[in-house]
């Protein structure tokens, strides 16, 4: 396997980065509307925000394949932030602060929080995160469209959640959605086959753009021979289209500079950035996991690229942002090599708003459907089930906690019920791990033991050592062994000591190897 290096920013691997920056854009282009409107912001505010991602972020970023753009995970504090300040404009201002405080995080290098999320952790999030995309296209698939594109929260907005809309697009459903949904299905897959890859066209044509022209020609043939199965309204694109060069500088907004000394905008912008880094670092580290070439992302360079882009956002009346796992996984199936893909995601956005609207407002929501649905299911496979099942209970119940608090909370809460759980089993290994014991009887009938310590002894092993040294017999030999050990807690060595100094009163004797002294305390 060639190496691919973060900095390769040449043409060379275009034949594989652009196709996957034409799916991404495919998929991008609805996730940016709705959540724009999830958030109850002007819908051409997350296609800004996704324009910024895709050209800003990624050409300063040091990942190779993960994609930023508006999250689904900031549309709750969005649309109240919206509301808390009165004004857009005033909203605008918080998320340029919020940039610019991401700037500062990543230039005091906060990004090393990024290493510390448990692997169990992570891949309980991308398996939760591909089962939340499955449950949430259904409808979309089934032509029922009345939660819009990206809203992943369990409980929705308008009162129903994601198993109750399932029903609801049942009963719903149009066959022509249905149709175009299983034809674009089938086709994706068919593509994938290693079969098809032995011929040119399969290489280079992606799958994707033959599925969604497929989906709007078949959409555009219901509306000429089978009118009852034409697809309207809200089962379409709906990109803004401007009529001319005004109109379209019209989308564009400026932040309330004068409301700069509000408190409630700066609490916004600090919340903002706080929650914006730990999705990107969490997303980051996930889009890690995925890449084939197993690169790692500088996280500091990171909240600085994402601090930079949210600023220049905010300042032209775009949405927060944050490094999204949806379009970064599907960068990755679709095969992307570097960061190139991510950026043509970004031009293609771009070049959409400006002359390509009318023709992607005739794209069905059902064909898109697909697209995401077939990532879900690579995110998560029954055999990503197995082999955590296989790695054991400390591996096992921290994933599978956190697919499914993710699945009834949302993504940082889910994260956070994992990580206690991960972080109890890594308590409990410290707890068992930190020392061994050995027990054998000399010829004169005397137990004689040896507690050998580990290299790291902690406070939390001050309970178990002391309990056992406590329940020695009487007239036992105890050897404890510290040449194994580079630090140990001063708790437990006190406890050590302490038990030396009243070994005697039940004839103990103890011999202490590599153990140092202990200074501090009454009585020592």
């Known amino acids: 396997m060639k190496n691919i290096h973060f900095k390769e920013f040449t043409l060379r691997h275009l034949k594989h980065d652009f196709p996957a920056g034409l799916v991404v854009f495919l998929i991008a282009l609805p996730l940016c509307l709705g959540i724009a409107l999830a958030s109850q912001a002007p819908l051409f505010s997350g296609i800004i925000a996704g324009i910024v991602g895709g050209i800003v972020i990624a050409s ?8 930023s753009g508006p999250a689904a995970g900031l549309t709750v504090i969005v649309a109240g932030a919206i509301t808390k300040l009165g004004s857009f404009d005033a909203f605008l201002l918080a998320v340029t602060l919020a940039g610019a405080l991401q700037v500062i995080l990543g230039l005091i290098k906060a990004g090393i929080i990024g290493y510390y999320f448990p692997s169990s952790v992570i891949k309980g999030m991308l398996a939760a995160i591909g089962i939340i995309l499955i ?20 409980i929705q907005t308008d009162g129903a959640n994601t198993f109750t809309e399932i029903i609801n697009a049942i009963y719903a459903a149009q066959k022509g959605a249905i149709i175009i949904a299983l034809i674009s299905l089938a086709i994706l897959i068919l593509w994938e086959r290693p079969f098809l890859k032995k011929f040119k066209f399969f290489q280079f044509v992606p799958g994707a753009l033959v599925a969604v022209s497929s989906g709007l020609l078949l959409n555009n043939w219901f509306g000429a021979a089978m009118p009852e199965l034409y697809m309207t309204g809200e089962t379409l694109v709906n990109l803004p289209v401007a009529t001319d060069a005004g109109h379209f500088f019209s989308f564009f907004s400026n932040p309330d500079f004068t409301a700069i000394g509000d408190p409630d905008v700066w609490m916004v912008a600090i919340t903002i950035a706080i929650i914006a880094s730990l999705e990107t670092l969490l997303s980051i580290e996930a889009a890690d996991k995925l890449d084939p070439y197993k690169r790692d992302t500088p996280t500091n360079r990171e909240l600085t690229a994402q601090g930079v882009g949210n600023m220049l956002s905010g300042l032209i009346g775009g949405l927060p942002m944050t490094a999204v796992i949806v379009r970064s996984s599907a960068n990755v199936n679709a095969g992307a090599k570097t960061k190139l893909s991510a950026i043509i995601h970004g031009v293609l956005l771009l070049i959409a708003v400006l002359f390509l609207a009318p023709w992607l407002n005739q794209i069905p929501l059902a064909c898109l459907a697909s697209l995401l649905i077939l990532t879900g299911y690579k995110l998560a496979k029954i055999s990503l089930f197995k082999s955590m099942y296989r790695a054991g209970i400390a591996q096992f119940l921290p994933f599978i906690i956190t697919v499914i608090a993710i699945q009834f909370s949302d993504l940082l809460k889910g994260i956070g019920i994992g990580m206690l759980v991960a972080i109890f089993f890594i308590l409990r290994n410290n707890y ?22 580990s290299e790291e002894i902690t406070f939390l092993s001050k309970g178990s050592i002391g309990k056992f040294l406590y329940e020695l017999p009487e007239e036992s030999l105890i050897t404890i062994n510290g040449q194994k050990m580079t630090s140990i807690d ?8 302490d038990f030396k100094s009243t070994a005697q009163l039940k004839n103990i004797t103890v011999q202490l190897i590599s153990i140092p002294a202990y200074s501090g305390g009454v009585g020592h």
């Open 60 to 67: 300063m970023s040091g990942s190779a394949l993960s994609v």
């Open 135 to 154: 449950l949430k296209q259904i409808p979309h698939a089934l032509g029922y469209d009345k939660d819009a594109e990206g809203d992943f929260d369990f």
């Open 432 to 453: 068992m791990r930190a020392y061994t014991i050995s027990k054998k009887v000399t010829d004169n009938g005397k137990a004689q033991f040896e507690l050998e310590l």
């Open 490 to 497: 001063p708790d437990v060595l006190e406890i050590i000591h």
